[in-house]
């Protein structure tokens, strides 16, 4: 088996990717480490790496933005596995559990021969048709996510940056007017009109470094959650943001659930702010479905 490791380069602080490069060569001395500037770069060698009659895992070192356009690169059959190394890294811990880089960590990861097949999430925009793993939204949690990104160059953590973005988008935010249309499963369909505070369509359970929108969604079962907060007064707001790092919005008569979801499609006369896997955006109509399921790596059970 032929172990590739793509790097990120300007996937989060210089230090850490060093230290992890260093942790590989440890726990896999014919480690093929390969240091990428752009997405676009790594994506060109996962393509001419995993397209080999040779048996190979490729391994990213990223953060959740990353991983989509590497699946979109690599061979279908050819497991990925995910090593924590970005600024944000939500759906890691929905696949891993919170996690640590460390060499028992990537011992744990290397040495495994488990795989298994997870969800994604299909989104349709102005822009075009994209993947996501964890979580597609829009609204403020869009724009927290777009403020978040002028931060990228700085020492803050991610929950740090997400939470100064959040705070900014508090300033900032308006609420668009929408028409969203819900199906689900079943062909039951829902139509909501109004002003939206946040829309998330789930595979994992958490995004912008710790809020828990969906706690129970699990990335492997076929199923998706659309969780819609309705706009409120802006002084209600860090009350809404609490509840949500919590995960007691359940509790909120704000809050809608809506489960085993088929597609969300959202519009507006204004542009929408969206994002998906910490990757903002903006359209007038975003639709999120399920899209194909891809092979991730996943590290061996302990006893």
Known sequence: MRNIYIVNKNAGRKEKTEEIEKLIKEVDPDAKIILTESIESAQREVTRLSYTAIPTTIYFVGGDG?????????????PLGIIP???????IKTVYGDVTVDKAFLESLILSEETKLVDTIKIETDLGNTLALNIGSVG???????EAEKL????????????????RAFLNYKSPFTDTEILLRDGTVEKRKGKLLIG???????FGGGLNISPGSIEDDDKFEFVMVDNTMRLLW????????????R??????????????TITSNDPIIGE????????KRIKFGIGPRTLIKVPKKSN
Request: hydrophobic share 30%; with cysteine; net charge positive.
């Open 66 to 78: 990353g991983l989509i356009p590497i699946i979109e690169a690599k061979n279908p059959k050819v």
């Open 85 to 91: 190394g970005g600024t944000g890294n939500d759906f």
């Open 140 to 146: 403020l949690s869009g724009m927290a996510v777009l």
């Open 152 to 167: 990228r160059n700085t020492n803050l953590k991610p929950s740090q940056k997400y939470y100064l973005g959040i705070l």
């Open 200 to 206: 998330a369509f789930c595979n994992g359970k958490c």
């Open 238 to 249: 860090p009350s809404l943001l609490g509840k949500l790092k919590a995960g007691t919005h």
């Open 251 to 264: 509790t909120s008569n704000k809050v809608s659930f809506y489960e085993d979801v088929e597609s969300v």
């Open 276 to 283: 998906h896997d910490g990757e903002p955006y903006k359209s």
